[in-house]
């Protein structure tokens, strides 16, 4: 007999450096990346899928610069296109910007079951103001759940688990979800532009052109990876470079190591920042 699997789509959301793929690591504790075949999006969704026998959870992770697309905005409106049944949005401690504002303001149009993650508590010094925070945050979004975490720390990731497994156990219908792998190609590109980020912050736009422009094998039957980062002018170039070198090189290192865990093959990684002509 055939078992009836349940998908569960779960989208998380959330500005720059809140904390969403430290988050999905805990939730999930191994990624696997795919690709949507869906048409009209400007980014490739990434997702990250948590399965057991009876059943999937689908992470649709979203990059932090959602609110600067238009499209993205519509994707996260638009909850039964793309197959959503909760909403995760993480937000940083006590801090609300303007970026959150605007989330915020988007969420309000959405009847979806929205999880409200306060993450880094860890980082809040006096937990007096707390609480009035939290009070202030129900006025504001028509969530089901609010949580405060630490996922640095794992406080609180196995409330979210148990919420989300009741969502999973109540659901009634059954979603297909088609998707295809992620070549390895497109695996080393998104690795080397998410350790930018990460390294990088706020500092450099998220809309790096990197492309790959030679791999070969050598008779060690190790990959040799040559990279290029197209940068629009000087300041940019020298903040992936950094003092002596050392942002492109801790660039390098990580994106090297998570590369090999990926696409199991060794590899030599070179990084080349150039400026990009017009």
């Keep these: 007999m055939k078992q009836n699997i349940k998908n ?28 949507s075949k869906k048409k009209n999006t400007t980014i490739e969704n990434t997702y990250s899928i948590y399965k057991k026998k009876n059943y999937k959870i689908i992470y649709i992770d979203n990059p932090g610069f959602i609110l600067y697309n ?14 959503i049944d909760i909403i995760i949005y993480i937000i940083e401690g006590t801090i609300i910007n303007n970026d959150d504002k605007k989330i915020i303001k988007i969420l309000k149009k959405i009847k979806c079951y929205i999880i409200l993650i306060i993450n880094k508590i860890d980082i809040i010094k006096n937990k007096i103001y707390l609480l009035p925070y939290i009070k202030f945050l129900k006025k504001k979004i028509n969530f089901k759940e609010l949580i405060p975490v630490s996922a640095k720390f794992n406080i609180n990731i196995d409330i979210i688990n ?13 979603k297909k979800f088609f998707y295809y792998k992620y070549s390895k190609k497109k695996i080393i590109l998104e690795v080397i532009r998410e350790k930018i980020i990460r390294f990088l912050g706020q500092e450099i736009p998220y809309k790096i052109n990197i492309k790959i422009y030679n791999i070969y094998i050598s008779n060690k039957n ?21 003092k002596n070198g050392n942002k492109i090189k801790i660039i390098g290192i990580n994106s090297r190591i998570e590369i090999e865990k990926k696409i199991k093959k060794k590899i030599n990684l070179f990084l080349k920042v150039i400026i990009k002509n017009k």
Aim: charged share 30%; no cysteine.
């Design 70 to 83: 238009k499209k993205i905005s519509t994707y996260i409106i638009n909850k039964k296109k793309y197959n």
């Design 8 to 35: 569960l789509f779960v989208s998380i959301i959330g500005r720059t450096n809140v904390g969403k793929s430290t988050l999905l690591n805990k939730l999930i504790k191994k990624k696997f990346f795919i690709t």
């Design 162 to 174: 148990k919420i989300i497994i009741k969502q999973l156990n109540i659901k009634k219908k059954k």
């Design 222 to 242: 190790k990959y040799n990876i040559f990279i290029l980062i197209l940068v629009k002018n000087l300041n940019q170039k020298k903040i992936i470079i950094g």
